[in-house]
């Protein structure tokens, strides 16, 4: 086969994940989660500065930004420890943002922002409309010529946590080629953003009416850097997402096991039955599958072709084990599983989540099916 | 591992050993003898095969590319892993046969290298290592095979001697082989301190009172006996270890096989599947007039199995990567024949779904795709998903000692 990812990892990157793991399970305790949930904001403001005075917003910003100039293989261990313990919060909204200015953005453009997001300002995407399609080329919002700048027209969703940023970076058409443009959130008027009722409930998420709202002629991005970014997020978030994909998993097999070895039916522990053993098992062989898959997609990341396979097969790996998991812990809790209070929702709705945004596995494989045949 | 005395090669040693390595694979490696060739080392079926892998593994101990690790005044090469694992890379490297003796260089002599003593070392090694002397595994019995702790052969102690009575079952190479690792009771414990009444003997297979029977395989070949021992006496001398210590010895050699903790001899029983000529079938079939891989059914689940498996292939490397599997370092190990036999099967099977109506022929007919290759392949896959412990026991073992499960009662 060709392209195929290898493994390997940074010194950075363990230190980071010892960090991490210590961090994100003191901070994001199970009542922490549900209380967040109940939260409008839905993130705490403090974790967030404490997350931002640890430089992981600046890990993969060059360091002519003010950022640390490591890659996004080293933002995978922090990733993966969030969505094991649902930390909730837009890091990874922001990170892509910044990544895609790292990849399309102007000088002018980076110096305005990179330094500001790698110091905790907060930024987000805005590339989905309403047809949900993957491709984010099929875009239909539109930057028309007005005055100095761009008048925007349109409609864009799922763009997470859109109220507490200062950066959104949508996609619009402009003389029929898709372009990146930055709208300050200090320019959208209120009533153009309305929350949307997402299926997992740890996270927020916005959609946005661009009618009304004009950028000058600096806030857009030239048509091939644009192209270059979005080809860019786009394996960057799957990437991310198959961290945090894995380290739900990991969780939700954990807590599952908990469950297995101490509930009692017919007079022993169900963790006896082969009936629930061995299909946990299966997850967990699943489970340690996508985690190669994942480390795999780290370490390959910058590699022209090779990045590519091994970042979309990261993710159809991650899906597959995250979804069996937690539709298997969800069964495997008996009545309780069909609680809001079980925790087994909690990673299916996480994984249902993380699916719809930039592909799911099936997606996966049919590009996969083009790069490898 | 560190070896006292034997130095860790500097790159440029290695590199101009590998070289050379790489170059005598290239050289001498034969990929078409004119029939088939085993995949595994529980397939060997014709004297044709036997002669050949036999033949293959004494030239490659003679050109040092087997033990090469292992001491010197046992017949090994003296020198560091690091150059046994050049060699062995080398051999996947130019798709070399496998080497045939398996029990004896994979389990056996790992065993008296770490427990035996000075005369079985030298009695035994070289002959493993140049496979004059074959090796098999009487373990499983025919009332006893997942639940080996329960084996009944009978081992009595007699003077210098120990009279063996019962059978042994699915024994693979246990007519062509001279010695056999072979697990008997020696007291009658029953429960939970079965394993107790186990020993663990070098039992010499050309005595009197032994006797095999060729057992045909579902592929129609043959490749594995039955053995009876009925009076037959060996040497005190085979017992490893104690009376008592057969069930500890015989996990021990699971360890070895798992390649953990020891200096393995190198080379390799099992082949890799050769997952590109399955791409390359599907290239080549029709399904409605298109070649299969155009069908997106078809495309979508193939590269499923490619995910699969350059997922074991990350699993191998990772497993040896302290940092990525501190959670339960336990847990690739132990889940990696599970997950690879059970993906093999599948791959082989899901192959046939490209052949059409010619998935209809089998080996032997000058249709058949591959010469039947792959309906061959799927039917040996079971050889690894039940020998060595079923995929079921193999969960049993995940579930209970990574995972923490109780265990069944
Ligand atoms: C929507 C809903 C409505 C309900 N309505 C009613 C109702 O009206 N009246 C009422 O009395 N009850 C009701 N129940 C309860 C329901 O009958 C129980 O939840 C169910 O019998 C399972 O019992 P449990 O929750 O104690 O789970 P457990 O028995 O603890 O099971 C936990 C897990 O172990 C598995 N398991 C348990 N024993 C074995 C075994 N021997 N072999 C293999 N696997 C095993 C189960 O399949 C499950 O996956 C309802 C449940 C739900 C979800
Ligand atoms: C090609 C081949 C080569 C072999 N070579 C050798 C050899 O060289 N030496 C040797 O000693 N043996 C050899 N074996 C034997 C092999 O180790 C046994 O067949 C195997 O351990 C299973 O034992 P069994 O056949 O008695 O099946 P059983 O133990 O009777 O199993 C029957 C079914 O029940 C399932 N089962 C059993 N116990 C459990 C449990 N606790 N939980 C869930 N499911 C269970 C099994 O998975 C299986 O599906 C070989 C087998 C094959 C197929």
């Known amino acids: 086969m060709k392209n195929l990812g290898t493994i390997g990892f940074s010194e950075e990157q363990v230190e980071l994940m010892d960090v991490a793991t210590s961090f994100c399970r003191d901070k994001s305790p199970m009542e ?23 430089g992981w917003l600046a890990i993969a910003v060059p360091e002519q930004h003010e950022g640390v100039g490591l890659s996004l293989a080293e933002v995978v261990p922090i990733m993966e420890q ?101 709208i300050e959130r200090s320019t959208i008027a209120d009533g153009a953003l309305r929350r949307e009722a997402i299926i ?35 394996l960057a978030a799957n990437l991310l997402q198959s961290a945090e994909m894995c380290g739900g998993t990991q969780a939700v097999i954990d807590y599952t096991l908990d469950y297995l070895r101490t509930r009692k039916q017919f007079g022993k522990v169900i963790g006896e039955y082969q009936a629930l053993k061995h299909p946990i098992t299966d997850a967990y062989v699943a489970y340690e599958k996508a985690r190669s898959h994942m480390f795999s997609a780290a370490h390959s990341f910058a590699d022209q072709g090779r990045g590519e396979v091994a970042t979309r097969m990261a993710k159809a790996a991650a899906d597959k084990a995250y979804s069996h998991a937690a539709d298997r812990a969800i069964q495997f809790h008996g009545g309780f599983g069909f609680t809001h209070d079980c925790d087994a929702q909690l990673y299916r709705r996480n994984a249902i989540w993380n699916a719809s945004q930039f592909g799911d596995a099936a997606w996966q494989r049919m590009k996969l099916a083009d790069l490898l045949f | 591992m560190a070896i006292a005395g034997v130095a860790k090669p500097t790159e440029a040693e290695l590199k101009e050993y590998s070289a050379e390595a790489q170059a005598w694979f290239k050289e001498n490696t034969v990929r078409d003898p004119g029939f088939m060739l085993p995949l595994t080392f529980m397939e060997v079926s014709t004297d ?47 798709d070399a046969p496998i080497m045939i003796n398996a029990i004896g260089i994979g389990w056996a002599g790992p065993l008296l290298l770490d427990i035996g003593s000075e005369e079985q070392k030298q009695k035994y090694i070289k002959g493993m290592l140049n496979a004059e002397d074959i090796w098999c595994q009487g373990f499983s019995e025919p009332e006893h095979g997942s639940d080996l702790g329960n084996a009944q052969l009978k081992a009595v102690r007699d003077g210098d001697e120990y009279v063996l009575n019962g059978s042994k079952i699915w024994t693979s190479l246990g007519d062509r082989a001279k010695y056999m690792i072979l697990l008997a009771r020696t007291s009658n414990n029953e429960g939970d301190s079965k394993y107790a009444g186990l020993s663990f003997f070098l039992n010499p297979m050309n005595v009197p009172g032994i006797e095999t029977r060729p057992i045909k395989k579902l592929t129609g070949e043959y490749g594995f006996v039955q053995c009876f021992f009925t009076d037959a006496r060996i040497p005190a001398e085979g017992l490893m270890g104690g009376e008592g210590d057969g069930w500890k010895i015989a996990m021990k050699t699971l360890e070895y096989e798992r390649g953990a903790k020891v200096n393995l001899a190198g080379g390799y029983f099992l082949k890799e599947l050769d997952v590109m000529g399955i791409v390359d079938v599907a290239r080549r079939s029709l399904r409605g007039g298109r070649p299969v891989l155009d069908d997106p059914v078809m495309r979508d689940q193939l590269v499923e199995y490619m995910i699969d498996i350059q997922a074991q292939n990350l699993n191998n490397y990772r497993r040896r990567m302290p940092p990525l599997v501190q959670d339960r370092p336990m847990g690739l190990p132990l889940m990696s024949k599970l997950a690879r036999t059970e993906m093999i099967r599948e791959l082989t099977e899901f192959s046939l779904q490209f052949q059409g109506a010619k998935a209809g022929y089998y080996v032997g007919d000058n249709n058949a795709v591959d010469d039947g290759y792959w309906h061959r392949a799927y039917l040996n896959s079971f050889s690894a998903t039940i020998g060595g412990g079923t995929s079921q026991v193999q969960k049993n073992i995940v579930a209970e000692h990574v995972l923490g499960l109780p265990k069944g009662r």
């Not at chain 1, 996270?203 to 991005?221: H, N």
Request: proline fraction near 2%.
């Open chain 1, 32 to 54: 922490k989660v549900r209380a967040l949930m109940e939260d409008a904001r839905g993130y705490d403001p403090d974790i967030w500065q404490e997350i931002a005075d640890l």
């Open chain 1, 82 to 182: 969030m969505g094991r313990h649902l930390l909730a919060g837009p890091f990874m909204a922001t990170t892509l943002a910044a990544q895609a200015l790292v990849a399309g953005g102007s000088e002018t453009q980076k110096s305005a922002w990179l330094p500001q997001i790698a110091s905790g300002t907060i930024a987000t995407l805005a590339l989905t409309e309403k047809e949900g399609d993957w491709n984010f080329n099929n875009v239909t919002a539109k930057a028309e010529a007005s005055g100095g700048g761009y008048a925007l027209s349109g409609t864009k969703q799922f763009v997470t946590y859109a109220e507490d940023t200062k950066l959104i970076i949508a996609s619009v058409m402009l003389d029929s080629a898709v372009r990146l443009v930055l």
């Open chain 1, 200 to 234: 997992d409930e740890t996270k927020r998420s916005f959609e946005l009416t661009l009618d009304g709202i004009s950028v000058d002629a600096g806030a857009v991005m030239d048509a091939d850097m644009s192209k270059a970014a979005l080809a860019h997020v786009d």
């Open chain 2, 48 to 94: 044709q095969q036997f002669d050949f892998l036999r033949e293959w593994q004494c030239k490659v101990y003679e050109a040092g590319y087997l033990g090469a690790s292992w001491p010197k005044k046992y017949g090994g090469g003296g020198l560091h892993p690091d150059y046994q694992r050049a060699a062995t890379r080398a051999m996947k490297d130019h």
